[in-house]
T-cell receptor
Framework: GQQVMQIPQYQHVQEGEDFTTYCNSS?????IQWYKQRPGGHPVFLIQ?????EVKKQKRLTFQFGEAKKNSSLHITATQTTDVGTYFC?????????????FGTGTQLKVEL | KAGVTQTPRYLIKTRGQQVTLSCSPI?????VSWYQQTPGQGLQFLFE???????NKGNFPGRFSGRQFSNSRSEMNVSTLELGDSALYLC????????????FGPGTRLTVL
């Protein structure tokens, strides 16, 4: 079945450093969604990418969808303590039997002062 | 708009018992998806309901079942609980199924003793 892997599993940075998490799917995706889960919280939607090669920015966050629509990345510039949490990508595959949204394994980000 | 609500928030059961969890989606959302979240396995898709019909199902045993009512509220049931069923159960609602942004509830923390 479809698998979505994320690397790294954990990342520990000093405040002000950059951070990147990578997402790779075993199958071509219709779209990819990114979510953030704060410690003790629930996943919160960040963004959705649909087009091949698409790049979207949200303040310090830059999201990219690969040309082959099988990989994606999230880059945070100059991390802040408010960025702490686990970042998940979720790849959507359209099938005759219904859409299948598969979450990646997540990257846990810790930011030290 | 009120967010996604889940009840109960915490539950302790013993092996062999059964449990029913409830999820009320955002008003107007007809899609409800259920996920199991554990530290080792991440977010695993259980099933998706849309307008009272199960549209998609993950790779979980038949002990896990669900349903959706005409008001879009959804329940999931786990029979013959096992220790490994201890997890955070999250439901998410969407206006267009899983194609777009998923709104997650706070989750139900199930502990099986």
């Amino acid at each position: 079945g479809q698998q979505v892997m994320q690397i790294p599993q954990y990342q520990h940075v000093q405040e002000g450093e950059d951070f990147t998490t990578y997402c790779n799917s075993s199958t071509t995706l219709s779209n990819i969604q990114w979510y953030k889960q704060r410690p003790g919280g629930h996943p919160v939607f960040l963004i959705q990418l649909v087009k091949s090669g698409e790049v979207k920015k949200q303040k310090r966050l830059t999201f990219q969808f690969g040309e082959a629509k099988k990989n994606s990345s999230l880059h945070i510039t100059a991390t802040q303590t408010t960025d702490v949490g686990t970042y998940f990508c979720a790849g959507l595959v359209l099938t005759g039997g219904g859409n299948k949204l598969t979450f990646g394994t997540g990257t846990q980000l810790k930011v030290e002062l | 708009k009120a967010g996604v609500t889940q009840t109960p928030r915490y539950l302790i059961k013993t092996r062999g018992q059964q449990v029913t969890l409830s999820c009320s989606p955002i008003s107007g959302h007809r899609s409800v998806s259920w996920y199991q979240q554990t530290p080792g396995q991440g977010l695993q898709f259980l099933f998706e309901y849309f307008s009272e019909t199960q549209r998609n199902k993950g790779n979980f045993p038949g002990r896990f079942s669900g349903r959706q009512f005409s008001n879009s509220r959804s329940e999931m049931n786990v029979s013959t609980l096992e220790l490994g069923d201890s997890a955070l159960y999250l439901c998410a609602s969407g206006s267009s199924g899983t194609y777009n942004e998923q709104f997650f509830g706070p989750g139900t923390r199930l502990t099986v003793l």
